[in-house]
């Protein structure tokens, strides 16, 4: 049986979008209470899982640290940390998950899917 897990963390940052013109109020300093979805998928193993929530933890945990309450900009690899940046972000650093999907706030997201990142 093959299936798909997720877990849910949350850190809260600030950044600034560089690349966008003069005037776009993204390109000024502002923060985001992020929430991020990291997604594994695969064979279930005799032991039930796909993997174990306390080995994603462990892989998950260093890098949310690194963002959270931090000026993304700072941060290498996110000198322009749009969401899709960050979702890829995270995506290259977990070899193991299928997909990122990075909230900005309730109602705007990104999502990066291994495979189809560019």
Known sequence: MRAKI???YRF?????LPMLPEGHRC???HGHNYSVVI???GGVQPNGFVMDFF???KAVAPLVERLDHK???DIEGLANPTAEIIAHWFLE???ESHSV???ENDDSWAEVTRGEET
């Open 27 to 29: 390109r000024n300093l």
């Open 6 to 8: 997720s877990r849910v």
């Open 39 to 41: 997604t594994f998928q």
């Open 101 to 103: 999907k990075v909230y």
């Open 12 to 16: 809260e940052s600030a950044h600034f």
């Open 93 to 95: 650093r977990l070899p």
């Open 71 to 73: 000026l993304l900009n």
């Open 55 to 57: 080995e994603v933890d």
